[in-house]
Every structure is written in structure tokens, then in C-alpha cells.
């Protein structure tokens, strides 16, 4: 039986940081939670196995459909990176400040797992030396940057699978330097002398270096291989018939002297791949070829292999896109797993559960429509041993907030009912009733600028009796007055609120409004809505508001501005602010 040392802190749920109270959204998607439709559908069953990743006692993991006594179910519950700088996360300079932000967020959601793609493309690793891999210590910067991820993703208590190649690496005309490795890559997939030099070269000497990281769960040798035989990806990147023709027994072989290599190197470590879809391990009914079973990956080995087994992979992990016109036949989320007769741990690799996606997670097969999150919750309930939605960084964020909600809807399914959520509508509500302004500094003209007196007023409030007041002076022309808001990089950002109340003098001065505005870990300005001294209520408040598409991670200012334009007259007077809440 195959073990894997696994802290069993981390099956437990990261609690965050923040707020009290657990939420999905202010106007959540209906999870099929208790109360709310079916949780437990009647999915249609089969006769396989329901293997899930079990922590024993000792902290090793092997697989079971159930916990004993003194185990624990590891289940995957986790997202798609699936990159920071699309092949460029690793080998030109790790950037372990959004790293960071992007585990903060992915713990903060509750999530346990992050899929981090490496090479992608080929077109920053491997190095290559004319048209074999270049020797190891050419390779060590992308392997010392791996394993600094793998150490921080510790601190955060997060596992990851990482996923050595993607079908991009044929994409010699949509994508950026590939037609420059395409000639290496294609040998890769295709001859065996260059694929041995990177097993020598690259391969054996990652893992010799990450096999002992806490926070590594698996490695994945293939992202959806498939797409580089397929008619739409050979149109699109304009490759004729004999151009580069790499077939599914050359995936496969790739696929299995890959995962031997890696078990030769480190026999416990865990090794998967990322199909496009459950169509590669089944047929229409159900049942069929797994083309990735035990006995396929022996014999996609070159027949002089002694030791065969070592191509087996340890768990499957299949993707689910609703674009191949099955009308739900191949959905996870409407069969139980053991309807594949599947002999292995089943985790869902890649998915959307976002309903407005470009491949929408909207479905409505037998009788029952499942939107968004729902698909996540109902992951759980069918059986699989995890999954990790599409995505969390890349497309600038697109998907990020979709990916939080997977996570959380994730946990209610698991019964994890202690997560706490920093994005809770509630906030973190500031009055100042307790005369603290910890963490608020005020300034004149710039965060850099010259410091202003902040304390606490007894004299007015919005509401209770206290509220926090800048005792600003300022010289004729333009003015900035700010104050800032107490945030660290660890902040997960949705929205803030704040109420402001401008002094007559601020008034007569000209200063005319203000706005809140973030700057995130690239130090962008994200400037919210300018609100006019004129939108006071009748007790001389106005309402401010930053909102944001998308959660923010890794902050780098928040702050509230009041301007005055350049004809303003000097002044010496009081802004006032209450009721401030952080989202």
C-alpha cells in the first residue's frame, strides 16, 4: 500500500483571518445544502470503488472509501492557480509576494489545494542545449524556485499538485515562443533518447529535491494532452496533417515513462495526469477502456522496462467541460463516482463553477438543473475525492470569486461549518467606541506626506457616541487629505464602507468630495466611486463605498481621499469618520 506523509493538520480546514460570521454571498447561489433543493439527488450508481485520500494516525496517506478510528479523509478542496505569469512563474525569478497573496486567498477561502502548472509551453523551462535537455545544472534556478513554493505553501498550510506540461506546447501560432521550442517539444512527446534527457535532466533532479515537502501532494504529468491530436487545436494553431503529428499512443507513452520515472526517483510520491474529460476512461454506459488503467500504462512502456508497475498512476484526475455534446453522460456531477468503475481515487482536476463561464457551469440534465457553486457541493456528495475549480489567478482574476464560493460551498458539503469567511457581508464594522484608532494614519497631500493629528472625538458620531477626527491644516491651492485604513498583505478585499462628515471650514476651504481607493500587490490604483460633499445626509454624513469585480489579495495601500481643487483657500479644520466596515 502506497503511503504519503501528509501533516494531519492540514485534512483539518485553514480557519482565515477576519470576521466572525461564515457566508457565500449576499446573494448567494442556492447551494444544495440542507433545506435547499436535494443534497443527497438519487445520482446514478455503478460498481466501482468511492476511494478517497485517508491521513492515518501516523500521518501517512494511503487510500479507502472510509476512514478507521484515529484516520482522517483528506478531500481535495482546492483551485487552479493555474499560473501567476502564464509559463513564467518558475525558472525567471519566483514573485513570492503574489505567490503569497495568492495562498492567503486560497486559505482564506477555506481551500486546502492549489494545481500549479510548471512548463506549460516549454518556453522558459526546460533550458535545452541544441535539442536535448541541458544538463541538470542548468535547470537548478526553476527547480530551487519549485521547491521555494512548495515551502511557502507549507507556512500556509496548503498542499499542491503540480502539473508538468500543458497541450500548449504545441501552440506554435497562438502562443508566444513556442514556435521556438515546438521542434524540442515534439521530441519530447515523440523520441526516446530526448525524453530520457529531461527524466535525467530535469525530471529525477525536481523530484529528488521536492520529494520530502510537506506541502507536495502529487505531481501531474500532463494538462488535457489530448487537444494536440485533435482537429479544432490543429486548425487553430495552423498545423498541417504531417506537421508535428503526435498521436495518443505517444501521450500515453510519454504519460507512462514519465510517472515511472518519477516513482523510480521517489516511490511514495504521489503521480497523476489531467485528461480533458471522463471519455478517457470510460464509454457512453459508463464502463469501457480506461486508457489510463494499470495494465495500458505497462504496455505503453518500452518493452525492455523490468519494473512495469512503476508506470502506474496513483489517482485519476479528469476534467469536466459541458462542450462535447454529451448532454450530461460524462458529468461528475450527475453520477455517483462509482458509476465509472474506476479503481482508483477520483479528483475532479479542472471545472467551471461559475454560471456565467465561457463553457457555463448552468446545467439542467434529468430533471435537475445545478448552477454554479451547487456543482462544487455536489462533488462532495457524489463520492469524489476532490475538486479544484477553474481559476483563481490567471485571466486577471476572472474567476476568482467563483473559485472562493467552490471552496466554500465545498466545506458546507463536508460539514466544515467552522469556516470563517474574511469576504462576510457583515464586515469587520469599526465605530471607535472603544477609543482605539489602531492601525489608521492620516496624511497631508500623499501616504508619504506630511503626518496630520488623528484621535478619537467624543463630540460627534453618526452613531454611538464616538468617532475618529483628522485635525487638518492646509495651505492655499490643492488639497489631499487621507486617511489610511488598517489592512495587511494577508487582507482579502471585497468592499469597504465609511461614512465622512467635512467640517464647515474643510467646506469653505473647498474641499468638494472624496473616494476610497485600494492599490493591490502590483501597486495599481483602484480607485472607488468619487462621492460630492453635496450627497451629505441631514445630519451632514456622506456615504462612501469601494467595491470590487473580484476579491483583492495582497494589498498594498486602502485608503480614503478628501480633495479640494487648485483655487481652494487655505484652512485649519476637522474631518470626521464613523461606521467604517471592511469587507
Request: charged share 25%.
Amino acid at each position: 500500500m502506497k503511503k504519503f506523509k501528509l501533516s494531519l493538520l492540514a485534512a483539518a480546514t485553514t480557519l482565515v483571518l477576519g470576521c466572525d460570521a461564515g457566508y457565500y454571498n449576499e446573494t448567494p447561489t442556492p447551494e444544495k445544502g440542507p433545506g435547499e433543493n436535494n443534497p443527497n439527488p438519487d445520482l446514478e450508481l455503478g460498481t466501482g470503488k468511492a476511494l478517497n485520500f485517508i491521513i492515518g494516525a501516523d500521518g501517512a496517506i494511503h487510500f479507502a472509501e472510509a476512514p478507521n478510528d484515529g484516520e482522517e479523509r483528506f478531500y481535495i478542496n482546492g483551485t487552479n492557480v493555474a499560473w501567476l505569469n502564464f509559463a513564467n512563474d518558475f525558472g525567471k525569478g519566483f514573485d513570492y509576494t503574489k505567490a503569497e497573496a495568492m495562498m492567503n486567498g486560497v486559505a482564506a477561502a477555506g481551500g486546502n489545494t492549489l494545481r500549479w502548472w510548471i512548463h506549460t509551453n516549454g518556453t522558459t523551462t526546460p533550458m535545452w542545449d541544441g535539442s536535448t535537455v541541458a544538463a541538470a545544472d542548468k535547470q537548478e534556478k526553476a527547480i530551487d524556485e519549485i521547491a521555494t513554493a512548495l515551502d511557502l505553501a507549507e507556512k500556509k498550510n496548503l498542499k499542491v499538485i503540480f502539473s508538468l506540461w500543458s497541450f500548449d506546447m504545441l501552440a506554435k501560432t497562438t502562443e508566444t515562443g513556442v514556435a521556438d521550442v515546438i521542434d524540442n517539444n515534439f521530441a519530447l512527446l515523440t523520441d526516446n533518447a530526448v525524453r530520457q534527457t529531461y527524466i535525467d535532466n530535469f525530471l529525477t533532479p525536481l523530484v529528488n529535491k521536492i520529494k520530502d515537502k510537506p506541502a507536495l501532494l502529487a505531481l501531474e504529468v500532463f494538462n488535457e494532452p489530448e487537444n494536440m491530436t485533435e482537429p479544432w487545436f490543429r486548425e487553430r494553431e495552423a498545423l498541417a496533417s504531417s506537421e508535428y503529428p503526435v498521436t495518443v499512443a505517444d501521450i500515453y507513452a510519454t504519460t507512462a515513462e514519465l510517472t515511472a520515472a518519477i516513482h523510480m526517483a521517489a516511490s511514495d510520491m504521489l503521480v497523476t495526469t489531467g485528461p480533458k474529460s471522463l471519455g478517457q476512461f470510460v464509454n457512453e454506459s459508463g464502463s469501457g477502456n480506461n486508457a489510463y488503467s494499470d495494465s495500458n500504462m505497462e504496455a505503453a512502456l518500452p518493452s525492455d522496462y523490468t519494473d512495469k508497475a512503476l508506470a502506474h498512476l496513483d489517482f485519476y484526475a479528469p476534467h469536466y467541460y459541458d462542450d462535447m455534446g454529451k448532454e450530461g453522460a460524462w458529468s461528475p456531477f450527475y453520477h455517483d463516482v462509482s458509476y465509472w468503475e474506476l479503481d482508483k481515487p477520483v479528483v475532479l482536476g479542472e471545472f467551471y463553477a461559475d454560471a456565467t463561464a465561457d463553457k457555463p457551469a448552468d446545467y439542467d440534465y434529468f430533471d435537475d438543473p445545478l448552477k454554479g457553486s451547487q456543482v462544487c457541493y455536489r462533488l462532495v456528495k457524489a463520492n469524489y475525492a476532490g475538486g479544484m475549480s477553474w481559476q483563481f489567478a490567471g485571466n486577471s482574476g476572472k474567476y476568482q470569486q467563483s473559485a472562493i464560493d467552490c471552496m466554500k460551498a465545498a466545506n458546507e458539503a463536508l460539514g466544515n461549518s467552522d469556516v470563517e469567511d474574511p469576504t462576510d457581508p457583515e464586515g469587520e464594522g469599526i465605530g471607535f467606541e472603544d477609543g482605539n484608532i489602531e492601525g489608521f494614519k492620516a496624511f497631508l497631500d500623499s501616504t508619504e506626506g506630511t503626518i496630520l493629528p488623528l484621535e478619537v472625538s467624543n463630540d460627534d458620531a453618526r452613531s454611538g457616541e464616538k468617532s475618529a477626527i483628522i485635525k487638518a491644516t492646509s495651505v492655499e491651492g490643492e488639497k489631499k487629505i487621507l486617511l489610511q485604513l488598517p489592512f495587511d498583505e494577508e487582507t482579502v478585499l471585497n468592499e469597504v464602507k465609511m461614512y465622512v462628515k467635512f467640517s464647515p471650514e474643510a467646506k469653505a476651504a473647498g474641499v468638494t468630495g472624496g473616494k476610497i481607493y485600494a492599490k493591490d500587490s502590483d501597486w495599481k490604483f483602484i480607485p472607488g466611486d468619487w462621492e460630492s460633499i453635496d450627497t451629505e445626509d441631514e445630519n451632514g454624513w456622506v456615504e462612501f463605498t469601494w467595491i470590487s469585480d473580484s476579491p483583492l489579495i495582497g494589498l498594498k495601500d486602502l485608503a480614503f481621499e478628501a480633495y479640494g481643487a487648485n483655487n481652494g483657500l487655505s484652512f485649519s479644520g476637522n474631518i470626521l469618520f464613523d461606521d467604517i466596515i471592511i469587507k
